[in-house]
């Protein structure tokens, strides 16, 4: 299997919202903010932290990326090519590959749904400072 150890430097990119993936990650050593964008902004819809695995949904759905992963601080990843990857799924059942592809839209879903009422919320929330006391 392709693998190779990287390092990212706090506010590196692993990987952008919307490209075209070619690989996951194992995180072996610090940590990852998932975020997507809303409007101009981006949110952090998710951490991800030491033992994790990250970009493992444009595998299994081959859709571009669902979130940026930027390094919180210094990160030691694993990266794991697609093409390595496939040579070992492509001898799992097609009933299995099935119900992983079911989870992986599942999770795309619940993604954008989170989005969506982190959208809604923010537009009913005050400042602080407009709070009496």
Not at 4 to 20: M, T, V, Y
Not at 55 to 70: C, H, I, Q, W
Not at 81 to 94: A, Q, R
Request: hydrophobic residues 40%; proline residues 4%.
């Amino acid at each position: 299997m392709s693998t190779q150890s990287k390092i990212f430097r706090p506010g590196q990119a692993l990987f952008s919202e919307g490209a075209h993936a070619s690989s996951l990650f194992i995180i072996k050593r610090g940590a990852i903010s998932l975020r997507k964008k809303r409007g101009p902004e981006t949110i952090e819809i998710g951490r991800a932290l030491s033992g994790e695995v990250i970009g493992e949904l444009a595998f299994f759905d081959r859709k571009p990326r669902s979130a940026t992963a930027m390094a919180i601080i210094e990160v030691e990843a694993i990266e794991i090519t697609f093409d390595s990857l496939e040579k070992i799924y492509s001898n799992i059942p097609d009933y299995v590959k099935t119900i992983v592809a079911s989870l992986a839209e599942r999770l795309r879903r619940a993604n954008e749904q989170i989005l969506r009422l982190q959208k809604k919320t923010s537009l009913f929330s005050l400042p602080d400072d407009t709070l009496a006391d």
